[in-house]
């Protein structure tokens, strides 16, 4: 009995452990720190008052946006990869969630941060690629028919639990149904004005 509740405390300990290291990782605001260093200032006070890349793009400032992008998918991919190369597939997973609340809610800034898109993109990515690579295309597909990021977000998401249970099944699909969750919540105010119709669209023209 003492060796079994040994051996779980130890458990539990690994999680914990993975959900930190994640979550610390996924707590570094790129979009902030990169627009700062560039002196455009806190981007925070532009737009929705996001840190993601879709906000830093309002900048003007379109490398800064793609180097903002791929740094928050790569956190989240970095974290699952890592993790679960040094304590197993399970952690990493747990770790991948865990860097996607990081950036949803940072602790440096209040716990108010971005909407996790691309971390969790990052996220499917590292740890059932083909999943990643079916929701990156989704959301391409529903960009350029729908001109919405945010609904396009919110769709490609939405497939990744289909996506994961066909091709990776029931155990991978769970964190992809939590993260797409999680992503319903965070987009509450722009499923709102999607319904209404008040949702900005994206422009494919060239300036």
């Not at 993601?52 to 740094?71: E, M, Q, Y």
């Not at 350029?144 to 996506?163: G, K, T």
Request: aromatic share 8%.
């Amino acid at each position: 009995m003492g060796g079994a509740a040994e051996g779980a405390g130890s458990l539990y300990l690994v999680y914990l452990m993975a959900a930190a290291a994640g979550y610390l990782l996924g707590s570094v605001p790129f979009g902030l720190v990169l627009t700062r260093l560039a002196g455009l200032g806190d981007v925070r006070r532009i737009g929705s008052g996001n840190i993601g890349a879709t906000n830093v793009l309002r900048t003007g400032n379109k490398p800064l946006a793609a180097a903002t992008l791929l740094l928050d998918a790569g956190k989240g991919g970095v974290a699952a990869l890592a993790v679960g190369m040094l304590m197993g597939e399970d952690p990493g997973l747990i770790a991948g969630g865990a860097a996607v609340l990081g950036h949803n809610f940072p602790l440096w800034l209040g716990f108010k941060g971005g909407k996790g898109v691309a971390t969790t993109l990052g996220v499917l990515l590292a740890v059932m690629w083909p999943v990643g690579v079916g929701a990156c295309l989704t959301w391409l597909a529903a960009a350029v028919l729908l001109r919405m990021s945010s609904l396009a977000a919110l769709i490609s998401l939405a497939a990744a639990p289909v996506y994961a249970f066909y091709l990776d099944g029931p155990h991978q699909a769970w964190l992809a149904a939590a993260l797409a969750a999680l992503s319903f919540v965070r987009h509450r105010a722009n499923i709102g004005r999607i319904v209404r119709g008040e949702e900005s669209r994206i422009s494919f023209k060239k300036e």
